[in-house]
């Protein structure tokens, strides 16, 4: 293959550099969001909404369960038309607005509708020079170099990192975790950048070995339960993303409901799988998928029983030393690197992504 192209060398340098972002991230945010923990506790609301289009959607999906486990908030992820035209909210919700650049329409637009409404607003962007930030209560920035104009592949990690950090702090404000359980969680939270380096060296070889094993492959499929249904979404898109084929984002039981029916011998099915409360329903998944000789590649935690290696095609390990909610940002990592070196054994040096109908980047972007 000849030289990469610029695009394809910073899609790469994105992938790779995600540990320092992070890092800096927890560096120059963390009193930021100890002090909007404060501020929120004084507010009246009793439930939380999460919004953002693509990417920003699927992180929403991940840190809901964060959420609702560590604050007991109800909390849901929704796009940003079910939000601004078919809920029926009231003024006691607080809604996180997520985009990176800060301009996508109709996340703006969702974001005015509701502060229309007196209802409080947070920002999460990396533009706080943008429409989203300038409509907000309060912004959270995310800590990234030139995040623009390639895959999102670090500003959505970043704003993933925030966010739990934001649910740990809110959750000590508000009295729903004891001392030594924050402690806990700060320390697997300031362990993530690390971690991610550690993750990232680990996989890539494998990595390389699976893309190069499925370069002639056109269909993909990632099943995840829980907050790993994100994570899958997350990496069906990176598929889509450097123009490697179809892919499929299922959630891990509606697999076996109706897709399971129509997967052909030999395809690739990705089962984002880490110790966590989905574990063992992911294990029957992996058996059937045995049986109708399909190629599982597991992404789990490390040290996982030899089973797991029996019955699948490939395992990438992350960490399993923090919470399965916050495994997401490293669970991620392997997907990534994933669609960039298939893109790169299928011949797909792009220049750039590829772009619908201008009329449609006007009405959407």
Avoid at 42 to 60: A, H, K, P, W
Avoid at 144 to 154: D, N, T
Avoid at 237 to 264: M, N, P, R, S, W
Avoid at 275 to 283: I, K, V
Wanted: glycine share 4%; with cysteine; proline share 4%.
């Amino acid at each position: 293959m000849e030289r990469l192209t610029s695009f394809m060398q910073e899609n790469y340098e994105a992938i790779v550099t995600q540990p320092k972002d992070l890092a800096l991230t927890y560096q120059h945010r963390k009193k930021d969001v100890e002090n909007l923990a404060k501020i929120l506790t004084e507010q009246d609301f009793n439930r939380v909404y999460l919004t953002g289009c693509g990417d920003s959607l699927f992180i929403s999906i991940i840190a809901k369960f964060a959420f609702e486990k560590f604050t007991r908030l109800f909390t849901e992820a929704i796009p940003p038309l079910e939000l601004s035209r078919y809920r029926k909210l009231d003024e006691n919700s607080l809604i996180i607005a997520i985009s990176a650049s800060g301009k996508t329409l109709k996340t703006v637009e969702a974001a005015k509708k509701v502060k229309n409404k007196n209802m409080k607003l947070i920002a999460l962007t990396n533009n706080m020079e943008s429409p989203l930030a300038e409509c907000a209560d309060w912004v959270l920035q995310t800590k990234c170099s030139e995040p623009f104009g390639k895959s999102p592949s670090k500003t959505s990690t970043t704003a993933l990192l925030l966010l739990f950090m934001l649910t740990i702090e809110l959750s000590r404000e508000m009295d729903k975790i004891g001392k030594t359980e924050y402690e806990r969680l700060v320390k697997e939270i300031e362990a993530i950048p690390n971690m991610a380096d550690r993750c990232i060296k680990l996989n890539e070889k494998n990595v390389k070995r699976v893309a190069t094993a499925f370069k002639n492959c056109h269909n993909f499929h990632f099943i995840g339960g829980g907050p790993n249904l994100g994570v899958a979404m997350l990496g069906a898109t990176k598929i889509k993303e450097l123009d490697c084929g179809h892919a499929e984002a299922i959630e891990l039981e509606e697999f076996c409901h109706y897709q399971i029916i129509v997967i052909d011998e030999g395809t690739p099915v990705f089962i984002v799988l880490p110790r966590g409360e989905s574990y063992d329903r992911g294990l029957d998944v992996l058996k059937g998928l045995n049986i109708i000789n399909v190629r599982p590649i597991i992404i789990t935690s490390s040290g996982q029983n030899a089973l797991i290696r029996e019955r699948s095609f490939e395992v990438f390990e992350v960490s399993d030393s923090i919470d399965e909610v916050f495994l997401a940002i490293l669970s991620v990592m392997p997907l990534q690197l994933f669609a960039f070196h298939l893109a790169v054994n299928k011949g797909k040096n792009l220049q750039g992504f590829k772009k619908p109908h201008s009329s449609v980047i006007r009405i959407y972007f």
